[in-house]
């Protein structure tokens, strides 16, 4: 079956460490996304990618960073400078440039909770 | 800049009915698309329907439709005949540029819709 999967489903970290999301999709798009959600909130744009080997940042990358060395694969870093790193995490993909309207489709989340 | 707004926090609706989930929205580019995503207590955005800034017709999904008012810059989503199973958050976004562009899109804050049986 195509589509993106995220893992793992929860995730626990002390404070100070550096933790890695991971994100891979068969959809065959070009771009990828990761958001972020609090409680009650709506999503947040912490980084995309339009192409492999490319990124930007969205309206919350400090304490992130990101890499696209595949098609496939966008994994996410929450470092230890992101100060509230507890929070839901989403990724997405597109088709990109390809046409159509560029729809966005999630993966099923990774919830993050630091100790 | 972009904006989009969600005026109902939270909405209770009897199965089988219909119901209406505002979206306002403002931009100043004349290429935009409309996006209204479903999001289950599980987490998982769930892609409804796309309305796009030059379609001339309101977009349709089923028991979606999207009711497009382009002066008003409104893009309420109306769930025909409501299900138990519709129960969720829902979420009004919007994408600057027109179709296949690459540009990043904004969420509204959601709407949580409760379905009674």
């Known amino acids: 079956d195509g589509g993106i999967t995220q893992s793992p489903k929860y995730l626990f970290r002390k404070e100070g460490q550096n933790v890695t999301l991971s994100c891979e999709q068969n959809l065959n798009h070009d771009a990828m996304y990761w958001y972020r959600q609090d409680p009650g909130q709506g999503l947040r744009l912490i980084y995309y990618s339009q192409i492999v080997n490319d990124f930007q940042k969205g309206d919350i990358a400090e304490g992130y960073s990101v890499s696209r060395e595949k098609k496939e694969s966008f994994p996410l870093t929450v470092t230890s400078a992101q100060k509230n790193p507890t929070a839901f995490y989403l990724c997405a993909s597109s088709p990109g440039l390809a046409g159509g309207p560029n729809t966005q489709y999630f993966g099923p989340g990774t919830r993050l909770t630091v100790l | 800049a972009q904006k989009i707004t969600q005026t109902q926090p939270g909405m209770f609706v009897q199965e089988k009915e219909a119901v209406t989930l505002d979206c306002t929205y403002d931009?100043?580019?004349?290429?935009?698309?409309l996006f209204w995503y479903k999001q289950p207590s599980s987490g998982e955005m769930i892609f409804l329907i796309y309305q796009g800034s030059y379609d001339q017709q309101n977009a349709t999904e089923g028991r979606y439709s999207l009711n497009f008012q382009k002066a008003r810059k409104s893009a309420n989503l109306v769930i025909s005949a409501s299900q138990l199973g519709d129960s969720a958050m829902y979420f009004c976004?919007?994408?600057?540029?027109?179709?296949?562009?690459?540009?990043?899109?904004?969420f509204g804050s959601g709407t949580r819709l409760s379905i009674r049986p």
């Open positions: 976004a919007m994408r600057e540029g027109g179709h296949s562009s690459a540009s990043k899109i904004i």
């Open positions: 931009t100043s580019d004349p290429s935009y698309g």
